[in-house]
């Protein structure tokens, strides 16, 4: 399945990231927030499928405020990484973080987060996430994360 893809691939970039020095300190520190993103959308993810539901009932909304919770965390990592950091992680990351996690995490927090919801906005942002975690697959040996230190 697409999330332990891209925890494996996390797993892979921060390694082989490891002896990069030519990034400065704030630089490791701010990409730690890449790191913690993805962690947090996956323990999202996580919390999802442990609802038990088994498709077409509906799931009490309280049972979904922790999800909501750490769907918002990813996002507040997400977009707190800077510019340049994502440059260079990979010449292509900082667009498709920002096109498909951040959007596709943006657009889930406006259904759940929303008193009304919107299915289109869910689907779109389930999409999104799920063409990240394809790129994410593709390219996970040429993605540099540094490790903190």
């Known amino acids: 399945m697409r999330r332990c893809s891209v925890l494996l691939a996390l797993a892979t970039m921060l390694a082989a990231c490891s002896e990069d020095g030519a990034w400065t300190q704030e630089q490791r520190l701010n990409a730690q927030h890449v790191v913690q993103a993805m962690e947090a959308r996956n323990d999202a993810v996580r919390q999802s499928n442990n609802l038990g539901a088994t498709g077409g009932e509906m799931i ?8 909501i919770a750490k769907l918002r965390v990813a996002y507040d990592h997400a977009t ?6 994502l440059d260079k992680i990979h010449p292509d990351f900082k667009r498709h973080w920002k096109d498909e996690f951040v959007e596709g995490l943006r657009l889930r927090l406006l259904n759940l987060e929303g008193t009304e919801g919107s299915g289109q906005s869910e689907i779109a942002g389930h999409r999104l996430l799920d063409s990240f975690g394809v790129w994410i697959d593709a390219n996970r040996n040429r993605i540099r994360i540094p490790k903190a230190e």
Not at 60 to 67: F, G, L, Q, T, V
């Open 60 to 67: 009490e909304r309280r049972k979904y405020m922790p999800i």
């Open 80 to 85: 707190a990484v800077h510019d340049d950091v």
